[in-house]
C-alpha cells in the first residue's frame, strides 16, 4: 500500500482544456474539468445544504475563481461542496462569505486548496466550545474536511469567522502560508487528525470577545497523533496550542511542536492534557497566564523554550510522569516549574507525580523557581537557578527520593531550598554563592529549622575565599553598582507584559540616575535591592532609625495604587513589612515626593513582622506596588537609611582605608590611567571597571594578592567619553572611585 500511495503521488495531474464559464447555482462539476469562473459578485444561498458547487464521484479537477466574490447571504450551506473525489484544486476565489463553511469535503484525497479568501463565514461571539464533538457538529468557517488524506492547502486568508479550517478523521495534510487570524474559535481545529505538517501560518487573536476565552485557541488538537507543528504565529489567542487526549485513546500522541509564538494568551501559551510523547521545542511562551500547562501529561520533552513573565507558573504538571524538562530560560513568574499531584480525577487515581528529569535550564526572577509537592524521583541536575525571590527549590510534603545536584544557586533572597516535606532530599555538588558554610546553611529549611520537615543533605564544597560582605547600606541604594531586581506576583488573567527596570540618568532627583520601573501588568510587583555582583548585604541597622526615599510615578488609570509597602528582610526569609496609604504614590503621580519613616514602624508606615527578622542582619529593602493589573511606571531615587551622612548627591563613593593607599592618576585622563594600591596582608582582592549602568568593561585583578605595592594600568581603548567607576573588593569592604575619560 505505502508503494501505491507514493505511485500516485508521482502521477502528473491531468485536467481538460481551460473553460470559461460563470458559476452557476447547483453546478455538477465533472472530472477532468479545468474551469475559470468569469469574474463577478455572485450570490447563491445553499438551503439545501448540497453545495453551490458540487464535486461529487469525480477527480482531476481545476476551479479557478480569480475575481470572483460568492455571497451565501444566511450563514448556511456550503459555497463548494467535495465527496468521494481526488485530485481537485481550488485556487485564487476573492471572496466565498456568508456561508456556513465556504468549503465542505469528505471522503477525499489530493486536494489543493490554493490562494482563496475564504473569509466572514459562520461566526459565533459568545457560548462554551465542546471540544469533544465530531464533523456533525463543525461549527463554520473556511473549510472543513472529513475522512479525507494528502491535501494541499496553502497561502489562503480564512479569517473573521469560527474556524479557520477544521480537520475530522484526517491524515496527511500540508497546511502552510495561510493567515488564519481573529477567528473566533479555532484557527485549526484537529479532530482524530494525524501524520498532518502544519507550518509558517498565521493564526493569532484567536478568541471568544463575549465569554471565557479559555476553550478557543489558534489550534487544538483531539486525540491527534504524529503531527509535526512549526514555526507558527499562536499569539494573542485563547490558548496558544491546545492538545487533549483524556480516555478516548492510549497511542502515544507523539507530536512535534517547534519554533512556534505562542504569547500573550489570556488562558495557556501551551495546554496539553492527557497526552503523551510530545516534544515541545524552541517555542516562544511569554506573558500569558500559564506558560505550558501540561496536566496529566506524561513521556513528553519541553526544550530550549523561551518562558517568560507569565501570570502564574511557567511551566505546570499535575499527576504528570516520565517528563524531561531541558535547556529552558524560565524568567519572572510566581513559579519557574511547579510539579504536583492534586485530587485525581475519575480513571487516573492510579497516575502520580513522578519521575522527572529537569536539567539545564535558567531559572531566574521567579518568586519560587521550581516546587515539587508530592512527587517523586525528581532529578533536578545543572541547572542555573538566579534571583528567585522566597526560595529556588520548594520541596512540599511527601516529595521521596528527590535529587539535587550539579546546579548553581545565586542570589536567591530568601532561600537556595526549603524542604517542608518529611523525607530527606539529596543535595550533593551543588554550586551556592556565596560559598560560605554559614550562610548556604542559613538558606536552606530542613529539620535544622523545623523538626517535622525532612533534611536536606547539601554536602558543603569545599569552602572557598570569604565572600565579600557589604557591611553598611550605600548612601543611595538607587545609584549603579547596586543590584535591582523586579519579582512578579500573581496576576490576572491576560497578557502580564513584561516589567522593565533600568538606571535612568535623565529622570532622577539626586545622584547619578535613578531606579525606573516600568510595568505591563501592575499585580503586586516587588523592585528589590541588592548589592552589585558577587558582593553579599549583611547591614546591621539597630542604630539606625530612619528610612528615606524619593518616589515619582505615572499612574495609567484614574484611580492608581491600590496598595503600597516596602519590606527589609534578611537572607533567611524574615522580613519587616511596612504598609502603607497607597495615596503616597498617587500623590506622586508625575512629580517627586520624599518620604520617610521610622524602623519601628509608625502611622504612615505601620510594621508588622514576618518570621524572626531583627534589624542586625538586612540583607535587602524591596518595594511593592500594585495597581490590581493596569500596570504602571515607577522612579526611586536616594534611598538612604539614616545611619547615613548627607548629601546623597552621587555615586556611593567608599573612600578605602590609609593603609590601602590606593592612588589614581591622572584622573580625568584620556589614554591611560595608572592605578597603585598597598596591602599590608594577604587578601582576595577583585578590581574591575564598570559603566554607569553596571555593565563590566573590563577585569583587571581577581585572584589572591599577597603584601606588597601594586601597579596597574587601565587603557580607555575606543571607550567614549564620560565617567566610569572603578570598583574594589577586598577581604573587608567594597571601594568605589570614579574614572573619568575625556576626549
Not at 469528505?106 to 473569509?119: A, L, M, V
Not at 540616575?513 to 547591614?539: E, H, M, Q
Request: proline share 5%; glycine share 6%; hydrophobic share 35%.
Amino acid at each position: 500500500m505505502k508503494k501505491l500511495f507514493l505511485f500516485l503521488v508521482m502521477i502528473p495531474f491531468i485536467a481538460g482544456s481551460q473553460t470559461i464559464m460563470p458559476i452557476t447555482n447547483n453546478m455538477v462539476i465533472a472530472s477532468y474539468s479545468n474551469i475559470k469562473f468569469i469574474p463577478n459578485n455572485y450570490v447563491f444561498p445553499d438551503p439545501g445544504l448540497d453545495g453551490v458547487i458540487q464535486i461529487n464521484n469525480v477527480h482531476n479537477v481545476v476551479l479557478d475563481g480569480t475575481g470572483c466574490t460568492v455571497n451565501g447571504t444566511n450563514y448556511q450551506g456550503y459555497c463548494i461542496k467535495i465527496n468521494n473525489s481526488h485530485h481537485i484544486i481550488l485556487k485564487n476565489f476573492d471572496s466565498v462569505f456568508q456561508y456556513k463553511y465556504a468549503v465542505y469535503i469528505t471522503n477525499s484525497h489530493h486536494i489543493t486548496i490554493d490562494s482563496n479568501k475564504f473569509c466572514h463565514n459562520k461566526v459565533d461571539s459568545s457560548g462554551v466550545i465542546n471540544v469533544w464533538t465530531d464533523y456533525t457538529s463543525a461549527l463554520g468557517g473556511g473549510v472543513m474536511m472529513y475522512n479525507s488524506r494528502a491535501a494541499d492547502i496553502f497561502e489562503n486568508e480564512m479569517t473573521m469567522q469560527n474556524d479557520g479550517i477544521a480537520l475530522y478523521e484526517c491524515d496527511s495534510i500540508k497546511i502552510h502560508e495561510n493567515n488564519f487570524a481573529w477567528n473566533t474559535s479555532y484557527g485549526i481545529r484537529m479532530y482524530w487528525s494525524d501524520t498532518c505538517h502544519i507550518y509558517n501560518n498565521v493564526a493569532n487573536h484567536i478568541n471568544r470577545p463575549l465569554t471565557d476565552p479559555s476553550d478557543c485557541g489558534a489550534i487544538l488538537m483531539i486525540v491527534s497523533n504524529a503531527n509535526r507543528v512549526e514555526n507558527n504565529d499562536f499569539s494573542w489567542s485563547g490558548d496558544g496550542i491546545f492538545l487533549g487526549q483524556y480516555q478516548y485513546s492510549t497511542i502515544p500522541n507523539n507530536n512535534y511542536f517547534a519554533w512556534n509564538q505562542c504569547s500573550y494568551s489570556p488562558h495557556n501559551a501551551i495546554e496539553a492534557t492527557f497526552a503523551s510523547g510530545n516534544t515541545y521545542k524552541h517555542n516562544i511562551c511569554n506573558y500569558s497566564w500559564y506558560g505550558f500547562w501540561l496536566g496529566y501529561s506524561f513521556n513528553s520533552l519541553v526544550d530550549s523554550n523561551e518562558i517568560i513573565g507569565n501570570s502564574q507558573d511557567g511551566i505546570a504538571i499535575d499527576r504528570g510522569f516520565s517528563n524531561t524538562i531541558t535547556h529552558n530560560t524560565l524568567f519572572d513568574h510566581p513559579i519557574g516549574i511547579e510539579l504536583w499531584e492534586g485530587n485525581p480525577i475519575t480513571g487516573y487515581t492510579n497516575q502520580h507525580s513522578k519521575d522527572y528529569l529537569i536539567s539545564d535550564n535558567i531559572i531566574e526572577g521567579n518568586s519560587t523557581g521550581i516546587s515539587a509537592t508530592k512527587t517523586q524521583h525528581a532529578v533536578i541536575k545543572n541547572n542555573q537557578f538566579l534571583y528567585n525571590q522566597d526560595a529556588a527549590l520548594l520541596f512540599a510534603p511527601t516529595s521521596p527520593q528527590d535529587t539535587v545536584k550539579n546546579n548553581d544557586f545565586r542570589m536567591t533572597t530568601a532561600y537556595h531550598i526549603k524542604n517542608t516535606a518529611t523525607n530527606t532530599i539529596y543535595a550533593p555538588d551543588n554550586s551556592f554563592e556565596p560559598n560560605d558554610p554559614q550562610m548556604i546553611g542559613d538558606k536552606i529549611l530542613d529539620k535544622e529549622d523545623n523538626s517535622s520537615y525532612g533534611e536536606v543533605l547539601w554536602n558543603p564544597p569545599t569552602e572557598g575565599p570569604p565572600p565579600v560582605i557589604q557591611s553598611a547600606p550605600p548612601c543611595d541604594m538607587a545609584e549603579p553598582l547596586s543590584t535591582w531586581y523586579a519579582y512578579p506576583a500573581v496576576g490576572s488573567p491576560g497578557t502580564r507584559q513584561t516589567d522593565t527596570i533600568y538606571f535612568d540618568s535623565v529622570v532622577k532627583q539626586v545622584g547619578e540616575a535613578s531606579v525606573k520601573l516600568v510595568t505591563g501588568k501592575g499585580w503586586d510587583v516587588a523592585l528589590n535591592y541588592r548589592p552589585f555582583n558577587d558582593s553579599v548585604s549583611f547591614w546591621s541597622l539597630n542604630n539606625t532609625d530612619t528610612l528615606y526615599f524619593w518616589v515619582r510615578t505615572i499612574k495609567y488609570i484614574p484611580s492608581g495604587f491600590q496598595y503600597f509597602h516596602i519590606r527589609i528582610g534578611d537572607y533567611k526569609g524574615d522580613y519587616y513589612k511596612y504598609t502603607s496609604f497607597p495615596s503616597l504614590l498617587n500623590a506622586a503621580n508625575l512629580t517627586w515626593k520624599r518620604y520617610q519613616f521610622p524602623l519601628s514602624g509608625g502611622t504612615n508606615f505601620s510594621r508588622s513582622t514576618v518570621g524572626n527578622m531583627t534589624l542586625d542582619s538586612v540583607n535587602y529593602v524591596e518595594f511593592h506596588a500594585d495597581t490590581w493589573d493596569y500596570g504602571y511606571t515607577l522612579w526611586v531615587d536616594g534611598i538612604q537609611f539614616s545611619q547615613c551622612n548627607p548629601p546623597m548627591t552621587g555615586i556611593p563613593i567608599n573612600n578605602p582605608p590609609e593603609d590601602l593607599n590606593l592612588k589614581i592618576y591622572p584622573n580625568p585622563f584620556s589614554e591611560v590611567v595608572y592605578i597603585n594600591y598597598e596591602l599590608s596582608s594577604g587578601q582576595n582582592v577583585r578590581l574591575a571597571v564598570f559603566d554607569l549602568s553596571g555593565k563590566e568593561i573590563r577585569k583587571l585583578v581577581d585572584q589572591f594578592v599577597t603584601p606588597g605595592n601594586y601597579n596597574l594600568q587601565f587603557h580607555s581603548g575606543n571607550l567614549n567619553a564620560g565617567v566610569y567607576l572603578l570598583k574594589m573588593n577586598t577581604n573587608s569592604d567594597i571601594f568605589v572611585r570614579k574614572l573619568i575619560i575625556v576626549r
